[in-house]
C-alpha cells in the first residue's frame, strides 16, 4: 500500500469533475455520494448537472409562458439542496444548464435555497445569450444536414437555442462564481469550463481541451459510464444497479484523464461501459464536432488501472467550429394517447379485436388523425404504423396485453376525441378491459442551423444571494 505522501505525489496536479445529472428527470439523490467522494479525496473539485436535452428547452418556454418565474429546472431545488453547503464549504464549483429557458429564474431560485441554508454570501451567476429565437427569421440560415428532412410544416415557433461554449462559464467563474446557472450549452462545455479556470489553459490548446472535452462526453449522460443503459442481465452485469454510481473524472494538469465513480455505489467503470459511452451520439468519431473544438477520437486508447479506474488517452483536438449548432423547436399539433389492458385466455385474439375496433371507429367518426396502435408486450417497438407485425405474430400466447392508440393532429379536439375512444371500450370492447386511461399533450417539433458564432453574443450577470433572492 502506498505511503500518505506517495498518494499526494501521485494526485498533485489533479482537478477533479463530478457529474450530479445525466437528463432532465434523473435521480434527484445521485449528487449526494458524488459530493462525498469529491470532497474524501480533497483535490479541488468541480461538479457539474446536464439536464437539458433537445426538446427540453422547448417544453421550458411553454412553461415559462404560463408562468414568468418558472421555465427552469423543476428538480432543481431538489438536486441542490442536499449538496449545495456541502459544496460551498468544500470549495467546490456548481455548474448546470439547468436555466433551461430562464436562466435568471434558476439563478434566483438557487438564492433563495442558499439564503434558507444560510449561505447568502455565495455567488451565483447566470449566463444568457443562447436564446436566438431573433436569428430565426433570416433566409439564408443553413439546415444541420442531419435534420435536413424534418418537416417543420407552419409551426409556429416555440424556442431556438445557440450551443454555446465554454468560454462564459470560465468567465463567470473568473468573476468569482461558487455557482454558474446555464441555458443552452454544448454537453462538454460543462467540463471544459472549470477545467481551464482551474489549470488556466489557453482555449485553443487544442491537445488539453480534447481532454476536458473527452471526460465531457463520457460524463455527461450521469450513470451511463458506469452501466447504466448498459447492463443486461446474463449477458453484461453490473453489481447493485438500484444505486448504480455517478461517473467522475481525475484530469492533469498535462491534459491526462481518469475516468471512475463515486464511492460505495453500484455500477461498474469498465473498458465495456467506457467503449460504448464513448462512442454514444456520436456520428464521426474522427470528427465529433463540439462549440469548443472538434474532437478526434480514432486514436483513444483504454486502460484499466483498477476496479472502476479507467485511463483515457490519445485523444486529439481541432480548431474549434465556425458556426455554432442552433436547435429550434416548433409547435407540431397536438399528441393523443390512450391504453387499455386485456389479460388472460384468448388475450391475443381480444386484443386484436380491440385495435380493429379502434380503426374503425376512427374512420366512422371522421376523425383526421395520424394513427398508431401497438401491443405492447407483441410489437409495441418494432413494428409499423399499419400493424404488420402484429397481424403475423406466431409467437406463444400472452397472459397479457397493454393496448396503446397514438394519434397525432393539428386540433386539439380531434386528437382528444380519438384518445377517448380507448376509454369507450371499458363498456363497448371486447371481455376482459380494464386499466383504461389517456391523456393529450402539444406535440414539439426540432430542427437544427448552423450559425456564424460571431452573432451570439453571450452575457454573464454574478452577484451573491442575499442580493439575487429579491
Not at 396485453?401 to 386539439?412: K, M, Q, S, T
Not at 386528437?415 to 386511461?437: K, S
Amino acid at each position: 500500500m502506498q505511503a500518505a505522501e506517495e498518494i499526494v505525489a501521485v494526485d498533485a496536479g489533479l482537478f477533479l469533475v463530478g457529474n450530479g445529472a445525466g437528463f432532465s428527470g434523473d435521480r434527484v439523490d445521485a449528487p449526494v455520494p458524488v459530493v462525498r467522494t469529491l470532497r474524501a479525496r480533497g483535490l479541488p473539485a468541480a461538479l457539474f448537472f446536464e439536464v437539458l436535452g433537445e426538446r427540453t428547452v422547448a417544453l421550458a418556454q411553454l412553461e415559462r409562458q404560463r408562468d414568468p418565474e418558472r421555465g427552469y429546472e423543476p428538480m432543481l431545488e431538489r438536486l441542490l439542496e442536499p449538496v449545495l453547503a456541502d459544496c460551498i464549504e468544500g470549495g467546490i464549483r456548481i455548474i448546470g444548464n439547468f436555466g433551461g429557458a430562464n436562466p435568471e429564474g434558476a439563478a434566483r431560485c438557487i438564492a433563495r435555497l442558499a439564503n434558507r441554508q444560510g449561505l447568502a454570501g455565495t455567488r451565483i451567476a447566470f449566463v444568457e445569450g443562447d436564446d436566438v429565437r431573433h436569428l430565426m427569421a433570416a433566409d439564408d440560415l443553413e439546415v444541420y444536414e442531419a435534420d435536413a428532412g424534418i418537416d417543420v410544416a407552419d409551426g409556429a415557433l416555440v424556442a431556438a437555442n445557440a450551443y454555446l461554449d465554454a468560454t462564459p462559464l470560465v468567465e463567470a467563474l473568473r468573476m468569482g462564481a461558487d455557482v454558474v446557472v446555464t441555458g443552452r450549452t454544448g454537453d462538454p462545455s460543462l467540463v471544459v469550463a472549470p477545467v481551464v479556470h482551474h489549470f488556466g489553459w489557453d482555449q485553443d490548446d487544442w491537445t488539453r481541451l480534447a481532454a476536458a472535452t473527452t471526460a465531457g462526453h463520457l460524463l455527461e449522460c450521469g450513470a451511463q459510464l458506469a452501466g447504466g443503459v448498459f447492463f443486461d442481465p446474463g449477458y453484461k452485469d453490473v453489481p447493485d444497479p438500484a444505486n448504480i454510481g455517478f461517473p467522475i473524472a481525475e484530469i492533469g494538469a498535462d491534459g491526462s484523464l481518469l475516468v471512475t465513480k463515486a464511492d460505495d455505489t453500484g455500477g461498474a467503470v469498465d473498458l465495456r461501459s467506457v467503449k460504448e459511452q464513448l462512442l454514444y451520439e456520436v456520428h464521426d468519431p474522427a470528427a465529433y464536432v463540439t462549440p469548443d473544438l472538434v474532437l478526434d477520437m480514432t486514436g483513444i486508447e483504454l486502460d484499466q488501472e483498477g476496479p472502476d479506474r479507467v485511463r483515457v488517452r490519445g485523444m486529439r483536438g481541432a480548431p474549434r467550429p465556425a458556426r455554432l449548432k442552433v436547435t429550434a423547436s416548433f409547435e407540431g399539433g397536438f399528441l393523443g394517447e390512450g391504453e387499455v389492458s386485456v389479460a388472460g385466455p384468448n388475450a391475443l385474439a381480444r386484443a386484436r379485436a380491440a385495435v380493429d375496433v379502434l380503426r374503425r371507429r376512427i374512420a366512422m367518426r371522421g376523425l383526421q388523425v395520424r394513427l398508431r396502435i401497438d401491443l405492447i408486450g407483441v410489437d409495441s417497438v418494432h413494428d409499423s404504423d399499419d400493424g404488420a407485425l402484429a397481424r403475423a405474430f406466431a409467437g406463444n400466447e400472452p397472459h397479457d396485453i397493454r393496448i396503446r392508440l397514438a394519434a397525432a393532429g393539428a386540433d386539439a379536439d380531434t386528437v382528444d376525441q380519438a384518445a377517448r375512444e380507448v376509454l369507450a371500450l371499458l363498456c363497448c370492447g371486447p371481455a376482459g378491459t380494464g386499466g383504461a386511461r389517456w391523456r393529450t399533450t402539444r406535440r414539439i417539433v426540432t430542427r437544427s442551423y448552423l450559425v456564424d458564432r460571431a452573432a451570439i453574443e453571450a452575457k454573464v450577470h454574478c452577484a451573491a444571494a442575499r442580493e439575487l433572492a429579491n
